[in-house]
């Protein structure tokens, strides 16, 4: 569990707060997505999840963040990447090696994985994210979207509790962007593994995350189950979030006709609502 | 030049080496070319160098090497052989003395900068950095750092050219064949190159910390670095190399 309270922080050399009085739990198994326009907190908001903030960038931090009944701020960082696995949003400051397979190797090792399970976790993760076939390749030599499945497959191995992805698919194709969200859903109903993921396709993001959380200039401006979300269609409009279609659609035909329509996330649910509506 | 200090994955002897026994070999190419002064023996480990080019099956990458060191071989030969006084006057300034001097310096340098440059084709760095812990005792820390430098060079490479290409689509002529315009051009970009990769390296620190840097020792290394029958030979080889620098006149 993810436990955010009354938090605000402001960078050292930044005018204003990057985060004003935050709240926000995410309880275990929940798959949350964050959605808002660029410079809105999103990556502040994961980075103080992981503990990142306040340990290794330096600012006023006020409130409190708790991750699995501990407190980021009085614990080591290296005690919370235990719980909390990270995807950054930039992909090349995240690997760390020349090469695919010592990226995945680097945490296993590092946390005591026992010798005779890396070898098997490391193969497992490679499929998860569909990299085998680059699996001796040089870092150097990968495509940017290969780079980013490198990423979250080195910590997809790591299998930590708590999962957070600032913009994971970022760098993808839609095919692949929709092959790490099956991914992150197996993970998170198999494996009972907690997903926090800041998403740009908000479509994509609307059909796996069971709630969404939208960041606006530092604040969260609304929370909740996905559907209720996407229904504040004036609201998303006003701080500049692409809407998906099919939520747009289903509002503009409640609207024309005067009927009830439920808020669609997918093109078939949009179909679907226009032929019972128009009978 | 981008891909020249870079691994090229391969199967033959060299990559199956131990690290530490690669780069004692290197070091042994680099000690013999400076404890003889003999212009044959320069000769022979240059041509011992292109052997070990060929084992690694990296022939054409060492002959790249050998181009992109020309510039600089034909400067240090230029200057040497200028500026050398001693010995008989053959031509204008230049003397004999000078002449051998400035070809003993070129091959030196030849013949120690393709082994250096070799072994980081037949080598990943991380197992460099693996072997230097588990073998040496190297603290990892140290490790880390010559892995992530060595890791930035491509990266730096490809923002550069990046750069340079946007700045060539707005006009900026970069293929100016004016040393001193060129790097009139280039060094005002370093500047802020320098400044994104020291950011970044912050960035990477932050990414090794939550992956563990705190929690590794000695004995995290899944992969194991052993000794074998290659080891055996390169260390006689090695050997061999200094014995006859120093023994040959
Ligand atoms: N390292 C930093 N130092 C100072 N200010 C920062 C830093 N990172 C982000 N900010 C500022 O904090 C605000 C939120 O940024 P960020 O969390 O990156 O937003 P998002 O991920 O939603 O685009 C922005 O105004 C940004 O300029
Ligand atoms: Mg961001």
């Known amino acids: 569990m993810i436990e955010v309270q009354s938090l605000t922080f402001r960078y050292e050399v930044s005018e204003r707060d990057a985060l004003r009085d935050v709240n926000l739990t995410v309880p275990d198994g929940a798959f949350l997505g964050i959605i808002g326009p660029a410079g809105a907190g999103k990556t502040t908001l994961l980075h103080c999840m992981s503990g990142i903030i306040p340990h290794a960038f330096p600012g006023d931090f006020y409130g409190a963040v708790r991750v699995g009944g501990l407190d980021t701020a009085d614990n080591r960082l290296t005690d919370l990447s235990r719980l909390v696995g990270t995807v950054f949003q930039d992909v090349d400051s995240q690997i760390i090696s020349s090469v695919v397979e010592d990226e995945i190797l680097y945490g296993l090792e590092n946390f005591g994985v026992p010798h005779e399970e890396i070898g098997d976790r490391l193969t497992a993760a490679l499929e998860q994210v569909g990299i085998s076939s680059l699996r001796e390749r040089t870092i150097a030599s990968l495509s940017g979207g290969q780079r980013q499945k490198v990423a979250i497959a080195s910590l997809v191995a790591l299998r930590p509790q708590i999962l957070v992805l600032d913009e994971p698919t970022g760098e993808l194709d839609p095919f692949s962007s929709r092959q790490i969200f099956t991914l992150l859903r197996t993970l998170n109903r198999e494996h009972g593994m907690t997903v926090v993921v800041v998403e740009q396709k908000i479509m994509l993001l609307s059909e796996f995350a069971d709630r969404l959380a939208v960041l606006n200039d530092g604040e969260i401006v609304k929370e909740g189950p996905v559907r209720g979300v996407l229904s504040d269609i004036p609201l998303l409009e006003r701080i500049g979030v692409n809407c998906p279609r099919a939520a747009l659609f289903s509002s503009l035909l409640a609207e024309k006709t005067g009927t009830e329509v439920p808020v669609c996330v997918s093109a078939e649910e949009a179909v679907e609502a226009a032929r019972r509506v128009m009978g | ?249």
């Open chain 2, 1 to 249: 030049m981008t891909d020249l200090f870079q691994y090229v994955p391969g199967n033959s002897p060299l990559h199956r080496m131990n690290p530490v026994t690669k780069i004692a070999l290197t070091l042994s190419v680099c000690v013999a070319a400076f404890l003889t002064d003999n212009l044959f023996v320069l000769l022979a480990l240059i041509l011992f160098d292109l052997m070990i080019g060929v084992a690694a099956g990296a022939f054409r990458k060492a002959l790249a090497i050998f181009r992109g060191l020309f510039k600089v071989s034909l400067f240090l030969f230029v200057l040497q052989a200028l500026f050398v006084r001693r010995g008989n006057r053959l031509l204008w300034i230049v003397t004999d003395e000078g002449l051998s001097t400035a070809a003993g310096v070129v091959l030196r340098l030849l013949a120690v900068c393709l082994p250096l440059a070799l072994v980081l084709t037949v080598t990943r760095v991380s197992d460099i950095a693996g072997a230097l812990v588990q073998v040496l005792h190297v603290p990892y820390a140290y490790a880390f750092t010559l892995t992530t430098a060595i890791r930035f060079i491509p990266q730096f490479m490809e923002e550069m050219s990046g750069i340079m290409e946007a700045q060539t689509a707005r006009g900026v002529e970069f293929d100016t064949k004016n040393i001193f315009k060129k790097l009139g051009l280039i060094l005002p970009l370093c500047v802020p190159l320098l400044i994104s990769s020291i950011r970044r390296t912050g960035a990477t620190a932050t990414a090794a910390e939550v992956r563990g840097f705190n929690l590794r020792t000695r004995a995290s290394g899944y992969k194991k670095y052993g000794f074998g029958l290659v080891d055996l030979a390169a260390v006689l080889i090695s050997a061999a190399l200094i014995t006859g620098a120093a023994l040959i006149p």
